[in-house]
């Protein structure tokens, strides 16, 4: 079950995303495999999270989706969740805001400030992930 896509800022290493995901979900880190391509990876039975790791272009240059293969995992997770693993990762994120509108995004900080953001619609044609920054006065800050 796919639980989250993460449009990261910098680019992270496999260990630390194990590492954070670890402490993230409160498992060991032998339980968690990250991996290039979640379709063409063995499966491994042991394993209750997976993260597929891809790099991409624009102000966010790296993908990570997370999927967990334990449905429990699942219970209570939110966006303080998504907070936290980007303190983990020092870095700032892009995760949907599950709104029909496909460029509106919530940027995530670790510092936990957190805004409705768009993207910028001519450079995610070109697959390349930019703020619109002429739509900076209409960001809007989110109360968690």
């Not at 990261?8 to 498992?27: G, K, M, Q």
């Not at 693993?85 to 995004?105: I, W």
Request: with cysteine; hydrophobic share 45%.
């Amino acid at each position: 079950m796919l639980w989250q896509e993460i449009l990261i800022d910098r680019p992270l290493t496999s260990e630390a995303i194990t590492l954070a995901l670890s402490e993230l979900f409160n498992l060991p880190a032998n339980v968690i495999a990250v991996v290039e391509d979640i379709t063409t990876s063995e499966r491994d039975e042991h394993k209750q999270v997976s993260c597929e790791k891809q790099l991409i272009k624009g102000e966010f240059i790296e993908k990570i989706s997370i999927y967990l293969l334990n449905a429990n995992l699942a219970d209570n997770m939110d966006l303080k969740d998504i907070e936290k693993l980007c303190r983990l990762l020092h870095c700032k994120c892009l995760v949907s805001d599950n709104s029909l509108n496909p460029f509106a995004m919530i940027l995530v900080e670790e510092s936990g400030k957190n805004q409705i953001i768009f993207l910028d619609v001519e450079r995610l044609e070109n697959e390349e992930y930019i703020i619109d920054r002429s739509l900076e006065s209409k960001k809007l800050t989110l109360a968690i």
